[in-house]
């Protein structure tokens, strides 16, 4: 990686070691150390290696575009943010499939070797113009889309195959919207520039590369396991296929490859996106992102994440501290059978991206039920618990001047805490189920609802009492006289399993419940 990066880290105050050509072994004896790790495209980072590298790993940075060399899931699973940097080597790598098209069309590597060997041989090499023929891309994208401009400039025609290309933008880009077929027959050359993934996986394939048309020159800047290297064989030698330029293989580093000493062939190790201005883009970018996140909570370029920038990161902290515990509260008061989950935001909080509050919300919700959840994975554990997860932005007058609420809906109805931040800062509970209290919310607390009676609260005071329990705030709220009455007793020290069955023989106690945040 470009030493920039590390001087960027520095200059941040985040200490910096660059360890290069670790083996699997070494890496996971020392990952366990560190709070972000950024790799380039030859460290592939498995879940084995995160499971090394957890409680404290918290951002994989990949200086560079495509993320299949880390288990995107397993990082989420587990916590771990995943960016990536996906338009500082574009140009480079567009250029290099470029360069790829040329050296095809004009046979460049063949005819050095045999000139360089003394063979004048001017007859042999009869190359083709890409003016005037048709290049297919498949994958039009930030890449693809670079290569066709620069073919319109050579003056090819150029058709895509990409299912996510919306006919406005192949229209502004001049390019023809086809389907596969349609481009495999009528591509003069093919340049891929998908990712990889289960979709794209052998996209040219044996039967594709058949579909193909006879001569066709094909260009994969890309990733190794989008053509079958086999059928590619077969097809070069057979002279089906004219050329073939390859950057990226099935196996790397591919010190071997069946492929090798094919005629027509032409190889690269992987160098798409291997120039100094490349480089130095994608080092500058992954440093910052990571630098952002981990000093200041600002999220760029996730691939498992929504994004939340530097500048918004303060603004949104302590929203997203009360989003977590009001989640955190209604997760431990509520009970397991939660179904659904609706965040709204009014006032000042209805200006915000709301997309980290709910993320807040659902940690702290998840987090009740384990201890490894946070921003990250907690909406994963929310689908795959099947919750139905809803955000409300409400535009209304309202009584605070700031406030988010989250309802849960259970089989016994819905329930619904709200709160609001003191001073910009200071999360503060309004709402409990209904009943209107004013509560901060802090790190030991026990939840009551019982009878509105007379006496109540002395022989509250005097069992926690008895048990050594110190008191530190103590907040009330009910429904109406005598009905029924809400306690949130912040207290000093640990509520025993002993004790909340003491609270819940007190005369007209319906629910005990110890909360932590
Ligand atoms: N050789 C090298 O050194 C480099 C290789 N790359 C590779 O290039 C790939 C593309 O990069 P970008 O253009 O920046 O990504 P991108 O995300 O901007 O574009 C990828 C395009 O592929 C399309 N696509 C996805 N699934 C598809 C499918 N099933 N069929 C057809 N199209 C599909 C998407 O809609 C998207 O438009 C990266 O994922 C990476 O693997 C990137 C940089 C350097
Ligand atoms: O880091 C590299 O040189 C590889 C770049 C690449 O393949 C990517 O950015 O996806």
Known sequence: MDPRAAAIFRERGIQVDEKPGLTPEEFKAIIGDYDGLAVRSS???????????????KVIGRAGIGVDTIDVPAATARGIVVMNTPFGNSITTAEHAIAMLFALAR??????????AGKWEKNRFMGVELSGKTLGL????????????????LKMKVVAYDPFLSPERALELGVDKVELDELLRRADFISLHTPLTDQTRGILSREALAKTKPGV?????????????????????????????LDVFMQE???????????????????????????????????????????LGG???????????AEEAPRLKPYMALAEKLGRLVGQVAGA???????????????????????????????TYSDTVNMVNAPVYAKERGLDVKEVRHEREVDYHTLVAVTVGTAEGDKRVAGTLFGNRAARLVDIFGVAVEADLTPRMIYIVNTDAPGFIGSLGTTLGKAGVNIATFNLGRRKAGGEAVALVAVDDPITPELTEELRKLPGVRQVVPLTF
């Open 217 to 245: 020159r094909i260009v994969n800047c890309a990733r190794g396991g989008l053509i079958d290297e086999a059928a590619l064989k077969e097809g070069l030698e057979s002279g089906h296929i004219a050329g073939a330029a």
């Open 299 to 309: 999220i760029t370029n996730a691939v498992n994440m929504p994004s939340l920038s």
């Open 43 to 57: 460290t592939r980072v498995n879940a084995e290696a995160m499971d090394a590298a957890i409680p404290r790993l």
């Open 337 to 367: 059978d939660i179904r659904s989950v609706a965040v709204e935001v009014e006032g000042a909080a209805a200006e915000l991206n709301m997309k980290p509050i709910t993320g807040a919300v659902l940690a702290g919700l998840m987090g």
């Open 138 to 153: 498949i994958g039009c994208g930030n890449i693809g889309s670079i290569v066709a401009d620069r073919a319109h400039g």
């Open 107 to 116: 046979e460049i590597p063949a005819a050095d070797q045999s000139t360089q």
């Open 253 to 295: 580093p591919a010190k071997e490859n069946p492929l090798f000493g094919t005629p027509n062939l032409i190889c690269t190790p992987h160098l798409g996106a291997s120039t100094n201005e490349a480089q130095v883009n994608v080092a500058i970018q992954v440093a910052e992102q990571m630098a952002d996140f981990l000093l």
